[in-house]
Structure formats: C-alpha cells, structure tokens
C-alpha cells in the first residue's frame, strides 16, 4: 500500500516569507508525527497529532511554526517568516494508534533552504 | 527528561565483516527502544524496537541488537554486512507514560561498507 507521502520534495524561499509543508500520512493511522533533521541538532521532535488534536506540540522552535491536521488525515506544517536557521528536512511521520510502542512510518521529506 | 548518545559518528567496516554501532540512552523511567536507517534520499526505516521480555532483538536485514539495562545500552549488530548496508542509522528511545509516540533520537551513525 501508498506510505506516507510529503510534498514539496524540495522548497526553497527568501527569509521572511511564508511556507507551507504537506504530509499525507497512512490511510488509517490516527497518530502523526513531525520532525525536523538539521546538521547542528539532528531530528528534533516537533509535533504530535492524535486525529484531528495536537496533545503535543513541545518541540515547535517557536510562535512562528504552527501546524493543523484535518479530517484525521492530511497535516499542514506552516512556518512564517523563515529565517535561515528554519533549513532542514521536515519528516512526517504516522502511525497506526499513537501509542508509545507502536512503529512510526517515515515520508521522505520536505528539504526546506531559506536563503 | 531522556536523551541518546551515539558513541560513533561514522563506521567504516569492510563487506562480510561484523559491525556494532553502540547506542546508550539516559533516562529516569522505563523505555522503549529504536533503531532506524535512513538509506540516501530516503525517508526513516524501522530496522528493530524492544518494548520488553528478550533483551535480544532481531530485526530486518539481519541486524539484531540488545538492551542491556544496567549499562543503558541498545547496541546494533550484524555478523556479516553487505555493501547494501550503507546508510546513516539511529537510535531513538521513547519514554513511556504520557509521552505518547514521541521519540527522541540519537545524532546518527553514518556505516560505510568498502568492497
């Protein structure tokens, strides 16, 4: 079956503008995850979504980042006003119940470069 | 609050050789243990997890790896490895409780394997 899927692949934009990070997660899985690898901190956890709600959202970097998931299914990470240290790859991640032995199943990426 | 320390950033090791990539994890409650690989250009690949029970897992690939409890250790080894096998590999621990899913990962492995 399709796994997860992310889009762009590749985003780039100018500092200070808005951008927009799409994950199309498992058909089924209730829980999604974000994540972000960068070369200086490695995969930071960013947000959690169980269905619809975020019970977790500790690891966004800041007020700028914000993400929204509808209909229990496709997620939205919108960062505004990138600034340079906004460059990573943004993984999405889902899985079947959100529990804390279940397998998450990883998108490629989005590769965001703020010049 | 735990954390993952990946004692090798990168391992180089000749096909057919055995290889470990050393994990050790700090934490102040029961976990739940990861690893995954991360092939080029690819998104995250669950390789093996310990919930409980055996402290040898095995995993995809031929990989297995073991929790040892006094040491907070969760060593990766493979007897033999292939050319196949080079990928960067991460170790990742999750808390239990009301952490849900989140995992908190190590800085990454890159395993190199020379013909």
């Known amino acids: 079956g399709a796994g997860v899927s992310q889009s762009p692949s590749n985003k780039v934009t100018e500092k200070g503008k808005d951008v927009e990070l799409r994950c199309d997660p498992i058909?089924?899985?209730?829980?999604l995850y974000w994540y972000r690898q960068s070369l200086g901190q490695g995969l930071e956890f960013l947000i959690y979504f169980q269905g619809n709600s975020a019970p977790d959202k500790s690891g966004l970097p800041s007020d700028r980042f914000s993400a929204e998931r509808t209909g229990g299914s496709v997620s939205t990470l919108t960062i505004q006003r990138t600034q340079q240290e906004d460059s990573a790859v943004y993984l999405c991640a889902s899985s079947l119940g959100g529990t804390n032995t279940d397998t998450q199943y990883f998108g490629p990426g989005t590769r965001l470069t703020v010049l | 609050a735990q954390s993952v320390t990946q004692l090798d950033s990168q391992v180089p090791v000749f096909e057919e050789a055995p290889v470990e990539l050393r994990c050790n994890y700090s934490s102040s409650v029961s976990v739940y243990l990861f690893w995954y690989v991360q092939y080029p250009n690819q998104g995250l690949q669950l390789l093996l997890k310990y919930l409980s029970g055996s402290t040898l897992v095995k995993g995809i690939n031929g990989f297995e790896a073991e929790f040892n409890k006094s040491q907070t250790s969760f060593h990766l080894r493979k007897p033999s490895v292939h050319i196949s096998d080079t990928a960067e590999y991460f170790c990742?621990?999750?808390?239990?409780?009301?952490?849900?899913?989140?995992?908190?990962f190590g800085q990454g492995t890159i395993l190199t394997v020379h013909p």
């Open positions: 990742a621990v999750n808390a239990g409780g009301t952490s849900y899913g989140k995992l908190t």
């Open positions: 058909s089924g899985h209730t829980a």
